[in-house]
């Protein structure tokens, strides 16, 4: 079964979508199978992080973003904006893709992983996730 | 189904197979499922990359060349040349392994989406990719 | 299929378990199909790297642990230790999950490729990876 989710961000950072994920694999009917996702754009990923404490994603953001800092003399596409580079290059390093096992119907997630759409852009974005679930 | 698809790259550079992959997964006959690829080397990786401007994946090649810059005096593992550690450290950044959902017989990547060998390396390869068409 | 594997790791640094799960996807009887794993931690990643030279392993390791300092000024996330948040940041930046085709019984792996639990913390730790075995 293919399925398309949306997760609507505000600006850089980490966008929890793990329920709307799990609500999915319930509706689908898959109890032992994988569940598979891609984030259809290359200026946003996906991540499994750990959703108890928030300031590990806020390091996580913001040493990622010293690392791959706007206005680098290095860039040559720069017509979309400052962000626009940094954000295909943070994906790059990240992930555009996800795969987690599915077992009784749940995603197989440790205790404290959450799945996060990671968002590198300023603006407001509605970023679509295709999914698919198979047993 | 499984089936191998094979790259042919000419020094360091994001070579697109989208179309390949594509034209694979219409005679697989594989309507609604998903595509999974593992590239079966360690000094080339896969990535899904803007493919509109080429701008975009030459600051990418640059931008990780400057990170992982070769003849780095860490380096121990220096017998197969300068571009060889340099190449594993990229992989490990980057991904072996991509899965794209399929629906109605095409890969649900966005509109700018491509789907990329990552060559890591100066010389000519041929990389062979793996490829599992699953419903 | 859904299993569990379980990898024991003392510190920092890559650990095989390409034969461990060779022999999981036997037992499971999956002759083509597509073998996918997750780890279920924030602070321990999955990589295919090369098997061969341990020597670009223990590089890899090195550079990671350059490249992502404990007590780097930019961390509030420190009550679990210094290796934590360095550890949160390293497993964004490698990989969660794997998605392995499977040929005649076997992982589709490339010659010199083996399969790693990526150890990001000092301590002795079991390292829980959920594994998915589909055709």
């Not at 390091?59 to 290095?74: I, Y």
């Not at 096992?101 to 295709?130: D, K, S």
Request: charged share 20%; aromatic share 6%; hydrophobic share 35%.
């Amino acid at each position: 079964m293919v399925d398309e989710l949306e997760v609507v961000t505000r600006g850089q950072g980490l966008y929890e979508f793990t329920d709307a994920l799990q609500a999915m694999v319930r509706r689908s009917g898959v109890t032992d199978g994988l569940c598979s996702l891609l984030i259809q754009h290359t200026s946003a990923s996906l991540t499994i992080q750990e959703n108890a404490d928030p300031s590990a994603r806020q390091d996580l953001e913001r040493w990622l973003c010293r690392l791959v800092p706007e206005r680098d003399a290095l860039y040559t596409h720069t017509l979309e904006g400052d962000d626009d580079m940094p954000a295909h290059i943070k994906s790059a390093l990240t992930s555009s893709c996800l795969s987690i096992p599915v077992q009784g119907g749940a995603l197989m997630l440790g205790t404290w992983q959450g799945v996060y759409c990671w968002e590198h852009r300023h603006g407001n974005h509605r970023r679509r996730i295709a999914v698919h679930l198979g047993s």
